[in-house]
Every structure is written in structure tokens, then in C-alpha cells.
């Protein structure tokens, strides 16, 4: 069974979705490490063609779902994966440079449209959530969730801080108005505490290059670089887990707002905190819908702001809670989600729609 996978050009979601199965699987994909390039339109073509099965990664284009079309002709098997969801009513319209509110939604919609017309046609679909399972089970019946993963050799030994000042992160899209809002009036007071430095990583560098995105994250840039904060921008997916790791942060916070688009979230950025030892503080929902809900035991949550303030001091006044819940949660995820144990869901899945002719 030969398996290929296809890149959307979401390189972070492609390397925990299709890179990491890729290579616990042995399998082949227009891109097959974070050092290597991608593959040009020729060598998908040729990689695709010599394929039992190809996994389209969040085909959103009417180009792939062509391409899709003509390779089932062809006799292969049709996979769509994605791990994140595009409904309009989801509640966080993410910001597409350059579009204004009432052009970016028909976009939206179009990009909805799209991936549901994509997963009528699949063989199968693989999500990453079971909220996103139920979205996709209209359109059809072949539906299986496959965790997101970690693949440790991709880690480096964990750093730590050693400085009487706690480093406090917050990484990747909680740093946007409606994940932030959440835990507002604690940022202000932490920016301010002595003992306390905040670290954000997430939003693309403050330059002429990239005028777009100040736009798109006006109201963001705006809050944050009033804020004495320690600000990391965006780096390669290659930089990430070296980033995150020598950022050397004590705990992470990882506050969302309750809405349909959260709900589909995974837990992914606890996986990668855990995998530098970083204890986090996540978002729980009231009714325990919170993708961080089934590793409760492994990391502190928080409904209410209270809960936050409670949490957050919890984790500034001991260190050696901190310690412990990262070496904790480290080990738990190595053995829960490690690809390599895990690699026998995607075999399973993809063994079932190649079996049915076979």
C-alpha cells in the first residue's frame, strides 16, 4: 500500500497531519522532511501517479478537487484531511490579508464550500477532532479522527529557566481579540508585575514587509506592543520546536474563547509545550468541550478569571509544581501521542478503503 501525500501550502498543519504519518509510515509526499523542498507540479504528479492512495492535505483550491477527480479515474484511493474548520458561523472569522470584513466572509464561505464539495467525492476523510468529524458526516459516511501527534526525535533536550524572573508565554492564535479578551485584565496586571515577563509568539515581525498583516492584526499589534512584553514573531515550521524550546518559558497559557471554531481545535499546543517540558494553563468550557478536556490530569484549567488568576498564581509561587507537571506532562505525551505508536490508526484507515477492491 503506497500512500502519498499532497501539501494545501499550510506547512505547520502539513507536518503534523502528513509529514509525521509520512514518515512513521514510510510513505512518500511532496514533502518528505522539514530540510528538504517541497516537491514542484511534475513530481506531485509522477509521486501521486505511482500512488495507491493520495492524501489531499485541506484542499481548498477547485484545482484539487480536479486533480482528485481525475486520479480516482485513474483507479486511487482519495483521502481529505483537515484539522480545522472554515464554517462561517464558527465564530472567529480569521483575517485574510488584504480582504476587507464583507469580502473576506465570501471567501470564507467559498473555502467552506470547497472542502465540502472535496469530502463528498473522498474515499475517506481524516480530521483531527471529533467536532470536525460530525461537521464533515453530511457529506460522508467514511469519516475516522486521527490524532495530532509528536515525533520526539524532532525535540531537543528541554531547556529551562534558570533567572528569578518567570517567563510566561502565550504561542500561536490566543494572542488574537477573541482568545485574549478572555484573560485581558490578568495580562495588565502580569505586564506589571516585577518578578514577571510575558512572552508572545505568535504574529508575523513589525516591518514594511509586512504592512498586510498589521492591517489584517491591527487591533493586536496595538495591545501588544504597548504591553512590556518579550515578542517573538513567527518562525519556519524547521524553527519551531528550537524556537519554542529556547524560549525557556516557565508555564504557558492558553486562554480561548467558547465558540464552535475552539471546539474544533485540537490539543496540539499543549503536545508541543509537554515536549519541552513547559506546564500549561488551559481554556475549559462549560461543559467540559474543551480539546485540553481529556488530558486534564496532566495540565491546570480554568473557567472563569478567577480560575485564571487562581491557576496563574498557583504556578508563579511554585516551582517545583512547575517542574513536576512538565516532566509529568512530558512523559505522558511521548507515550500517548508519539507517532510511532500511533502510526497503526492511519495504516487501519487507509487498509479499509484499499481493502474494499482488493
Not at 508541543?272 to 513547559?278: G, H, K, L, Y
Not at 484549567?301 to 507537571?325: C, F, P, V, Y
Request: hydrophobic share 35%; net charge positive.
Amino acid at each position: 500500500m503506497k500512500v502519498y501525500y499532497i501539501s494545501s501550502g499550510f506547512d505547520g498543519c502539513y507536518y503534523v497531519r502528513c509529514l509525521l504519518p509520512l514518515v512513521a509510515g514510510g510513505w512518500d509526499g511532496s514533502q518528505t522532511s522539514l530540510l528538504t523542498m517541497k516537491a514542484n507540479k511534475d513530481e506531485v504528479y509522477a509521486g501521486a501517479t505511482n500512488a495507491d492512495i493520495v492524501v489531499f492535505q485541506r484542499p481548498m483550491e477547485k484545482s484539487r478537487l480536479e486533480a482528485a477527480k481525475l486520479l480516482k479515474q485513474a483507479g486511487k484511493k482519495i483521502v481529505m484531511d483537515n484539522d480545522d474548520t472554515y464554517v462561517l458561523q464558527g465564530g472567529f472569522l480569521r483575517p485574510i490579508l488584504g480582504l476587507s470584513k464583507k469580502t473576506m466572509e465570501a471567501k470564507r464561505q467559498q473555502l467552506e464550500d470547497s472542502l465540502n464539495e472535496f469530502a463528498k467525492i473522498a474515499d475517506l476523510v481524516t480530521v483531527s477532532t471529533p467536532p470536525l468529524a460530525k461537521e464533515y458526516s453530511p457529506y460522508n459516511k467514511n469519516i475516522e479522527v486521527l490524532p495530532n501527534c509528536v515525533d520526539p526525535d524532532d525535540w531537543e533536550k528541554p531547556l529551562r529557566n534558570e533567572t528569578d524572573t518567570i517567563r510566561i508565554g502565550l504561542v500561536g492564535s490566543v494572542v488574537v481579540e477573541q482568545d485574549y479578551q478572555k484573560i485581558k485584565p490578568i495580562i495588565k496586571k502580569l505586564v506589571k508585575r516585577p518578578n514577571v515577563k510575558l512572552v508572545v509568539f505568535s504574529l508575523p515581525p513589525k516591518s514594511m514587509d509586512t504592512r498586510l498583516a498589521q492591517e489584517a492584526f491591527k487591533d493586536e499589534f496595538k495591545f501588544w506592543l504597548s504591553k512590556d512584553i518579550e515578542w517573538q514573531p513567527f518562525v519556519p515550521i524547521d524553527k519551531y520546536a528550537e524556537t519554542l524550546n529556547n524560549l525557556k518559558l516557565d508555564f504557558m497559557l492558553i486562554p480561548r474563547k467558547d465558540d464552535y471554531f475552539n471546539r474544533c481545535k485540537s490539543n496540539v499546543k499543549f503536545l508541543e509545550a509537554s515536549m519541552c517540558e513547559i506546564p500549561v494553563i488551559t481554556q475549559e468550557f462549560k461543559d467540559k468541550g474543551s480539546p485540553y478536556h481529556n488530558d486534564r490530569k496532566y495540565l491546570l484549567m480554568a473557567k472563569t478569571q478567577k480560575d485564571w488568576e487562581r491557576q496563574i498564581d498557583k504556578l508563579i509561587k511554585n516551582k517545583k509544581l512547575r517542574r513536576a507537571m512538565g516532566k509529568r506532562a512530558h512523559n505522558y505525551v511521548i507515550k500517548k501521542y508519539n507517532i510511532h505508536n500511533n502510526i497503526k490508526l492511519w495504516e487501519k484507515a487507509y487498509q479499509k478503503i484499499w481493502n474494499r477492491e482488493q
